[in-house]
Nanobody
Framework: QVQLQESGGGLVQAGGSLRLSCTASGRTFSSYAMGWFRQAPGKEREFVAAINWSGVITYYTGSVKGRFTISRDNAKNTVYLQMNSLKPEDTAVYYC???????????????????WGQGTQVTVSS
């Protein structure tokens, strides 16, 4: 069983920055691909970014490329999402997710992730 805990959300003005963290329980975190997803009110959950088990391969949805950076520290069982140049349309609950099938590349498909955190709210004011 893997437990994921997000932190770092909050209220920020447009153009500002936040760094989200997601810490995982368990000793095999370093073999998991990890992803960040978000869900805005009245919308479906959407992919934001993913990173493979080693941190070498990353993926981003088009709307955040150049503004968000996903990274991981396997020694700390933590994955990060650095969010810069935030826009009001980035407002959502952000979720981290783990793919516990070992050594995969990461994916934009939420069905490939079998563990999810509770989410952290990010609100960007205009």
């Amino acid at each position: 069983q893997v437990q994921l805990q997000e932190s770092g959300g909050g209220l920020v003005q447009a153009g500002g920055s936040l760094r989200l963290s997601c810490t995982a329980s368990g000793r095999t975190f370093s073999s998991y691909a990890m992803g960040w997803f978000r869900q805005a009110p009245g919308k479906e959950r959407e992919f934001v970014a993913a990173i493979n088990w080693s941190g070498v391969i990353t993926y981003y949805t088009g709307s955040v490329k150049g503004r968000f950076t996903i990274s991981r520290d396997n020694a700390k069982n933590t994955v990060y999402l650095q969010m810069n140049s935030l826009k009001p349309e980035d407002t959502a609950v952000y979720y981290c997710a783990a793919d516990s099938v070992a050594y995969r590349r990461g994916s934009q498909d939420p069905n490939n992730y079998n563990y999810w955190g509770q989410g952290t709210q990010v609100t960007v004011s205009s």
